[in-house]
Every structure is written in structure tokens, then in C-alpha cells.
């Protein structure tokens, strides 16, 4: 007599786990949206790494121009967007701007693309 192929064996935690471990309110969810249309663009992503990787964890804007090879103006309008969407801070020392990074901004939207351990 033949035997039976064993089923094979579901994770239910896996599969019925929730990937969240709560429902976001509609204003944190502006404010990720924000965040996340920031890092939307390269060049934004490549100056908050700048930023993060600068000695003391902040950057004058006259330290970023030749990295990303793009003009003053430019340049300063991505960190703009950046500093609307909260990801980095800006202070005016004299005539140049330094940038940090807002750590609890990303910590924000990390949790919100990290999946819970399974």
C-alpha cells in the first residue's frame, strides 16, 4: 500500500502575526508621509548619509556641495526639504548653515518599515 506524502506543517505565527503593532493615527502618518517623500530622491538620501558619517554627527552646508557635485543653491534646497520633513536641524553660524541629523525622525520611520522578529 502506498504511503501518504506527510502535509506539510503551517507557522501559524508566521502567517497570522500582524505586522504592525499598532494602527498610526492620521497626523503621525503626515508626518512619516513627509519623511518618506523626503528620502524619495537620491540626492537627499546621499546628504543625510553625509550628514550621519560627518565628524561630530553635523555638517556645514560648505562641506556637502562637492560630494554630491551639485551647485550651493541646489544643495541647499535639498537640506531644505530635509529640514521641513524634520530629518535634519539646521543652524546658522555666521554666513554657513550646519546640519544634524534628527535621530528621533529616523528612528520614526525606521520602526514603521521594520517587521517584528519572527
Not at 498610526?24 to 537620491?42: H, N, S, V, W, Y
Not at 539646521?90 to 520611520?109: F, H, M, N, P, V
Request: proline fraction near 7%; charged fraction near 20%; aromatic fraction near 4%.
Amino acid at each position: 500500500m502506498p504511503t501518504a506524502a506527510p502535509l506539510p506543517t503551517l507557522d501559524l505565527v508566521a502567517c497570522c502575526t500582524p505586522l504592525t503593532k499598532k494602527v498610526i493615527d492620521a497626523a503621525t502618518a503626515e508626518q512619516l508621509a513627509r519623511g518618506f517623500k523626503a528620502l524619495g530622491d537620491p540626492t537627499r538620501v546621499r546628504l543625510l548619509s553625509l550628514i550621519a558619517a560627518h565628524e561630530g554627527g553635523e555638517a556645514c552646508v560648505c562641506d556637502l556641495i562637492d560630494p554630491v557635485g551639485l551647485s550651493q543653491p541646489t544643495v541647499s534646497h535639498h537640506l531644505k526639504q530635509l529640514v521641513e520633513a524634520g530629518l535634519v536641524s539646521r543652524e546658522q553660524r555666521g554666513k554657513w548653515a550646519y546640519y544634524r541629523i534628527e535621530r528621533s525622525s529616523l528612528d520614526a520611520l525606521a520602526v514603521t518599515i521594520q517587521s517584528p522578529a519572527r
